[in-house]
């Protein structure tokens, strides 16, 4: 691991004005993924800016009947949140997929959103990668990639995204709350907040350099039977190979986001109007213009046949 400098932040709007004056500052919470990328030198950070004592680890009700989540509430805390299991279950479901007891708690809300791809390539310096190293190229393509993505990608880029949380996210409509180094803040929507790869796969969203999420917003609860089923190549604990977030109420319409399948949460809205005739014609239209590799070409079946496992399981 490379030398270092630290500091601890004391406000929101102080740690995002110190990052904007450290160009290549990051952000420290929980760590669970930045200290193994820094101890791969994949991540090399001259300057390390720790938000934990900053109070964002509150799960607190909003006036308009939702959850606003503090960016430091740790994985553990918002699965077993009482409010979070009763209203917004296919959240919780997606956190207790997603990792050990032990990371989970150690890993935040923020951080989780902001963790960075598991693609091989990405953690093999040796290899070449345009998201570590920009115009490197993507040894991926044409090497080995049942794990990669299928739909969204591009020809520098076939990365996916691992959070099982952002998938949950994404089906329920959250936005992503944020503040600059001015103090000012906005909130971005899920849908807009990660990136496609296009010919910058090295950014993977939205955010601004040195802008800092504060806190994750979910509206008012929809009602209607939440799933989360998640395929992995073994039972342990393991990203997925493609995973389903669900809500499906009980006329047969309902939201679907899909995992492992592209460089973010998958959702297309339009295919939901589908779900009343079944999981083939739903996978149809939210994978219409997949390009998938022969090693991964299996996932858009395992997509429709998982999403048909879990309107199984919501009509019980």
Not at 222 to 246: C, E, M, N
Not at 288 to 304: D, I, M, S, Y
């Amino acid at each position: 691991m490379r030398p270092f400098s630290y500091e601890r932040a004391t406000t929101p709007a102080a740690a995002a004005l110190a990052a904007r004056a450290r160009p290549g500052a990051k952000f420290i919470a929980g760590g669970t993924n930045l200290l193994d990328l820094m101890k791969l030198q994949i991540e090399t950070p001259a300057h390390l800016i720790d938000v934990g004592p900053l109070g964002l680890d509150r799960i607190e009700e909003t006036p308009e009947g939702g959850l606003r989540i503090g960016a430091l509430v740790s994985n553990s805390d918002l699965a077993g949140d009482a409010r979070v299991r009763r209203d917004y279950g296919v959240l919780s479901r997606a956190l207790l997929a997603g990792a050990s007891g032990q990371l989970r708690n150690k890993a935040t809300t923020g951080g989780n959103l902001l963790q960075r791809t598991r693609c091989p390539y990405f953690y093999d310096t040796a290899q070449a990668c345009n998201k570590r190293e920009p115009g490197s190229g993507c040894a991926a393509i044409g090497g080995f990639s049942r794990q990669l993505a299928v739909i969204g990608v591009s020809d520098h880029c076939i990365a996916t995204h691992p959070s099982d949380m952002a998938v949950a996210m994404r089906v329920l409509d959250a936005q992503v709350e944020t503040v600059n180094a001015a103090g000012e803040t906005r909130a971005i929507p899920m849908a807009e907040f990660h990136r496609l790869p296009e010919d910058r796969p090295h950014i993977d969203t939205v955010l601004p350099p040195g802008d800092l999420i504060t806190a994750v917003t979910l509206p008012r609860p929809i009602g209607g039977t939440h799933v989360y089923r998640k395929v992995r190549d073994r039972a342990s604990y393991a990203f997925a190979v493609v995973s389903v977030a669900a809500v499906l109420q009980r006329d047969g319409t309902g939201r679907v986001a899909f995992g492992g399948l592209a460089h973010k949460p998958w959702r297309v809205e339009a295919a939901e109007a589908a779900l009343p005739q079944g999981a083939k014609a739903v996978a149809a239209i939210a994978l219409a213009g997949a390009r998938p590799t022969h090693e991964n070409a299996f996932k858009v079946t395992l997509a429709e046949r998982t999403l048909a496992a879990v309107i199984s399981d919501a009509r019980g």
